[in-house]
Structure formats: structure tokens, C-alpha cells
Nanobody, 123 residues
Framework: QVQLVESGGGLVQAGGSLRLSCAAS????????MGWFRQAPGKEREFVAA????????YYTDSVKGRFTISRDNAKNTVYLQMNSLKPEDTAVYYC????????????????WGQGTQVTVSS
């Protein structure tokens, strides 16, 4: 079992940056593919980015390509989401999730979730 705790959210002006972190418990973190999702009020949870267990596979939704970077440090049991050039439409609660499967775009593909961290981008 994996427990996930996100941090790093906050209030930032448009054009600014934030780095989210997701710390995982357990000795098997390196076996999991990791993803970041977000959910804005009144909207469904949507895929943002994912990284394979090795760190070699990186995947992004189109709206964040070139602005967000996902990475992981298996020695620290942590996955990161560097968010640059933030826009008001990036405002949401951001969740990290862990999966042993190869599918990565749907929330249903993930087995474990963090509690989320709020990101608010003001215009």
C-alpha cells in the first residue's frame, strides 16, 4: 500500500510558478507509475501529467505542455510537478496518484490518491 501527501500549492499571480511535491510512503514507490490530476469546482477530475516508474516515460495533457514538468526522485520517494507560466484556468485542487498499471489517463487507472493541494492563479 502507498500513502501520498501533496504539498506546495498556494496563491500565485498569472505568469508565476509553483512546484508541487508528492511524498510517498512505502518501500515500493519505485514500482509505481505516478500521475498528477486536477479538479476545478464543478468539473470532473482531469489528467495533467504522468511519469513512468523509471522516470523515462513522461506524458502531459495538451494544455500544460511546455509549461509543466513532471519528475520523480525514487531515492526520496517523491514526485514533483513544476508549473510555470501559470494561467487562471490552471486553478484547481491538484492530486497525485499511484498506479501499477500501464494505463495512465483516467482516474480509474490509479490505485492510490493523495488528499490534494489547492492551486489558485489570480489574473
Amino acid at each position: 500500500q502507498v500513502q501520498l501527501v501533496e504539498s506546495g500549492g498556494g496563491l500565485v499571480q498569472a505568469g508565476g510558478s509553483l512546484r508541487l511535491s508528492c511524498a510517498a510512503s512505502g518501500r515500493t514507490f519505485g514500482s509505481y507509475n505516478m500521475g498528477w490530476f486536477r479538479q476545478a469546482p464543478g468539473k470532473e477530475r482531469e489528467f495533467v501529467a504522468a511519469v513512468s516508474w523509471s522516470g523515462n516515460g513522461l506524458y502531459y495533457t495538451d494544455s500544460v505542455k511546455g509549461r509543466f514538468t513532471i519528475s520523480r526522485d525514487n531515492a526520496k520517494n517523491t514526485v514533483y510537478l513544476q508549473m510555470n507560466s501559470l494561467k487562471p484556468e490552471d486553478t484547481a485542487v491538484y492530486y497525485c496518484a499511484a498506479s501499477l498499471g500501464i494505463r495512465r489517463l483516467s482516474p480509474d487507472d490509479y490505485d492510490y490518491w493523495g488528499q490534494g493541494t489547492q492551486v489558485t492563479v489570480s489574473s
